[in-house]
């Protein structure tokens, strides 16, 4: 057999050079990527540089301290070692300004995975200059997140099977993986396949260049997010280095350009490899469709490199499959403008409209009294949000659902119980919004409410010709499926943690959502006809309340969309559907919310 002189499943499509007219749309593409301060600093490099030397030497001391637990002599001990390997967008050469590192901290057989949470993460919070420590032990891949002087940072734990490790350790050999368990395996392959993703690029500089691109563009149009369904940074890297394979001696204007053709285009289901999946010597799963099931049903598989191969993108549902592939295809168009001259580049870094394109969303808000607890509550239900997400998708009428990448954090300062469950449920008046930490100080039952909101855009079946009277939307099956999931988690606690879903229309969607000048002007409110019945709610004044018994607590009546025709509709203990004209929804928003610190 003749041996293969190219990289990737198949040859390439060309190995043509790129023309003068491709190397000059590289140019101003990367004219484009600096003016839109995707390159970080040298100041900031440089700072990264410090932190991981302190994160380096904070995991040695760790592994140290747990020999020592476990009765390892203090020569044993200072052997033990512990090393830190990076990953993700920073060892791929394509991290811009405040991006995370994704750290993988590989300790000895005799450090446990408890270790690394009841110890590592304590440890970490008495570091100086070290914010924001969140430790998520039941995460598909289990991980501390925190920041240190202002870079953030993942951390993940690999435990080998090794007495001690050693400095010039390498992760390439496949026999590292004998006797781990599949979260140590999973933690392991973020490092593992990146290196092998290097290594199977023809030219790493236009990978990087084009990959820079890539990820730009899926930030601004919010489908960079593997725990919400979309595509996350190695499924990215993946799809660029496999046009990179297909076209190896083309600049990154011109790779660019074949990637949205070529995905645009893509047979799903049909896998993206950028190598045989190879079967290893070791007994762990690797994917597989024509054994999986559940393998089977990955919708648009990205397959990683590294033994053993896995899907990264396992999480897609059929609404953000239509989603991604809309968004192929718009930035098609676009290049194909580029290309040609007609357009700029900026044309396809502009901003997403999610918050402008539908009329109905729903709110997911969860809220403590504590900013570390949120900091892990907020991560739980971020966490759980595709599984509401692919509920919804079996509900009639209801065409798309379509989460957005990321929640709004806020801070709201309270003087009261009723304050505090009014902002839990997401109804904050004007007077709350403004008032500060000092405003609250030394005045008894005050108390600050973290929250954090995260939106589904929902999609809804136009009305059939003909049809009469409202629609109805029944959601109460997903959202109290979902609320029952979140609270499911083993450290929930119903006094200190909020869970709350509620419809909203676009007329009532904060200002915090928008970036500032984007909001459009609200339409002038009406009044609906009746005797001493207002449609107007004033957002000074909390809204009127069913009583409920306390493990029913109050629900938003939504009074802020009533001057838009949606008439709610409560009863007890279980709030009814929220009325419109022209859509009835019906969903169990009956959870608890928080009211104070644990």
């Known amino acids: 057999m003749a041996e293969q002189n190219y990289l990737g499943v198949t040859s390439p499509i060309s190995t043509k050079e790129s023309d003068d007219r491709e190397k000059e749309v590289t140019q101003t593409l990367m004219e484009e990527l600096r003016s839109q301060n995707t390159f970080e600093s040298e100041e900031e490099a440089r700072t990264r540089e ?21 009765g390892l002599s203090e020569a044993a001990a200072n052997a033990a070692g512990g090393k830190i390997f990076t990953f993700g967008s920073y060892r791929l050469g394509v991290h811009g300004p405040g991006t995370d590192i994704d750290t993988l901290c590989v300790v000895p057989k005799h450090v446990s995975r408890e270790d690394f949470f009841d110890t ?32 953030p940072i993942d951390f993940l734990m690999a435990r080998l099977a090794l007495s001690s490790i050693p400095e010039d350790l390498s992760l390439a050999d496949d026999n590292l ?20 993703i290097l290594r199977l690029v023809p030219n790493i500089e236009v990978f990087r260049d084009s990959l820079r691109c890539i990820k730009l563009w899926a930030s601004r149009r919010a489908i960079s997010s593997n725990v919400n369904g979309f595509f996350g940074g190695v499924a990215w890297a993946i799809l660029v280095a496999r046009v990179c394979q297909l076209y190896p001696n083309a600049v ?12 645009h285009r893509w047979s799903w289901p049909q896998p993206v490899l950028l190598k045989q999946i190879e079967e290893g010597p070791l007994q762990v799963k690797v994917w597989n469709p024509k ?49 040609i001259g007609a357009t700029p580049w900026s044309e396809l870094f502009k901003k997403h409209d999610f918050f402008h394109k539908y009329r109905y969303y729903l709110q997911v808000i969860a809220s403590t009294g504590n900013a570390d607890l949120q900091i892990k509550w907020a991560g739980t239900v971020e966490s759980k949000l595709r599984q509401l997400v692919m509920k919804l998708e079996y509900v009639e009428s209801l065409i798309l659902a379509h989460p957005f990448t990321k929640g709004f954090d806020r801070v709201t300062y309270c003087l009261s119980d009723e304050e505090m469950r009014l902002v839990a449920q997401g109804d904050i008046s004007e007077t709350i919004a403004k008032r500060t930490k000092e405003d609250i100080e030394g005045k008894e039952g005050a108390s600050a409410v973290h929250s954090t909101t995260f939106y589904i855009g929902l999609q809804i079946a136009p009305k059939q010709a003909g049809a009469t009277g409202p629609r109805r939307l029944d959601i109460s099956y997903p959202t109290t499926e979902f609320t029952k999931l979140v609270k499911a988690w083993d450290k929930f606690d119903e006094s200190t943690m909020g869970i709350v879903v509620r419809h909203i229309r676009n007329s009532g969607l904060p200002d915090d959502v928008y970036d500032p000048g984007e909001r459009q002007p609200k339409p002038a409110q009406k009044r609906t006809k009746g005797p001493g019945k207002s449609s107007h709610t004033s957002t000074e ?33 279980v709030p009814a559907p929220y009325m419109s004209k022209e859509l009835s929804l019906v969903y169990d928003t009956n959870v608890p919310v928080a009211t104070g610190a644990p």
């Open 50 to 70: 410090i932190v991981l030397g302190r994160v380096d030497t904070l995991v040695k001391t760790f592994v140290r301290t747990i020999s020592l637990q476990r």
């Open 120 to 151: 590592f993460e304590p440890m970490l919070k008495e570091v100086e200059g070290v914010t924001e420590v969140a430790g998520i032990p039941e995460a598909y891949v289990p991980i501390v997140t925190a920041c240190i002087s202002g870079i």
């Open 177 to 196: 993986l004998r006797n781990l368990d599949d979260r140590c395996v999973r933690s392991l392959n973020g490092s593992r396949v990146v290196n092998e």
């Open 252 to 263: 990154a204007g011109a790779i660019v350009s074949r990637f949205f053709v070529i995905m």
């Open 291 to 339: 054994l999986y099931p559940a393998d089977r049903s990955h919708r648009m598989p990205i397959i990683t490199p590294a033994y053993p191969a896995m899907c990264a993108t396992h999480n897609v549902t059929s609404s953000t499959q239509q989603i991604i592939i809309e968004e192929f295809k718009r930035g098609s168009e676009i290049v194909d403008k580029v290309i």
């Open 541 to 573: 004044m909390p809204n009127k309340k069913i009583k409920t018994s306390a493990s029913h607590p109050q629900q938003s009546d939504l009074g802020t969309l009533h001057s838009n025709g949606i008439t709610p509709v409560l009863t007890t203990p």
